[in-house]
């Protein structure tokens, strides 16, 4: 059984940075790792995700702030958060695919709160 756990949320400025981490275990194979967010009241979008440990892809409300890296001996990724926005505001989930087209595993979530 996938498990996923993420760390790293917490309460922000506008214009910080955060850094989310999330580890798998009980997963041999990876195909991609990725990161979505739901704000209150909003459905869960996408954020980004990283392909091969290498290939990297961002929705267009993120690109040029985040960063998306990996670790495929720790079975581990990361989501680099910079220049906070009130709008980024959401619960941040991790979603690890083995296959391409797996709807893939989730973690249980981190709160990423940017308030002044």
């Known amino acids: 059984q996938v498990q996923l756990v993420e760390s790293g949320g917490g309460l922000v400025q506008p214009g910080g940075s955060l850094r989310l981490s999330c580890t798998a275990s009980?997963?041999?194979?990876?195909?991609?790792m990725g990161w979505y967010r739901q704000a209150p009241g909003k459905t869960r979008e996408w954020v980004g995700t990283?392909?091969?440990?290498?290939?990297?892809y961002y929705a267009e409300s993120v690109e040029g702030r985040f960063t998306i890296s990996s670790n495929n001996a720790k079975k581990a990724v990361y989501l680099q958060m910079n220049d906070l926005k009130r709008e980024d505001t959401a619960v941040y989930y991790c979603?690890?695919?083995?296959?391409?087209?797996?709807?893939?595993?989730w973690g249980q979530g981190t709160q990423v709160t940017v308030s002044s």
């Open positions: 990283i392909i091969g440990g290498r290939n990297t």
């Open positions: 009980g997963i041999i194979t990876i195909y991609s």
């Open positions: 979603n690890v695919k083995r296959v391409k087209g797996d709807q893939g595993s």
